[in-house]
Nanobody, 125 residues
């Protein structure tokens, strides 16, 4: 019943900005580490940024200084602020999170990995 839903993708001019959002919904106990990945046709899915629940963020070299990952635990939302977008940034962006849910069959919490459905980012000249 837990799911992640991304939004905020679209078409943007080269050098422009977008902010992606990822909202967790459903019955959950806790959200741990979160991350953004992206995938272009013919390429492997690659890590863009990651952020623990408590700790410092990490970025891939190709977005460092341009992208910022953040989270609002109250809203159960993860953000990716994307500035100075380049042609090579065009991809489908996916959010990922380790989410603790209650396993009622065994009456104990368990952490599971969740992926969003992805949101497409297009960069035009």
């Amino acid at each position: 019943q837990v799911q992640l839903v991304e939004s905020g993708g679209g078409s943007v001019q080269s050098g422009g900005s977008l902010r992606l959002s990822c909202v967790a919904s459903g019955i959950l106990v806790d959200i741990g580490s979160v991350a953004w990945y992206r995938q272009s046709p013919g390429k492997e899915r690659e890590l863009v940024a990651e952020l623990p629940k408590y700790g410092n963020s990490n970025y891939a070299d190709f977005v460092k200084g341009r992208f910022t990952i953040s989270r609002d635990n109250t809203k159960k939302t993860v953000y990716l602020q994307m500035n100075n977008l380049l042609r090579e940034d065009a991809a489908i962006y996916y959010c990922n999170a380790g989410i603790t849910v209650m396993n009622y069959r065994w009456s104990r919490p368990v952490q599971q990995n969740y992926w969003g459905q992805g949101t497409r980012v297009t960069v035009v000249p």
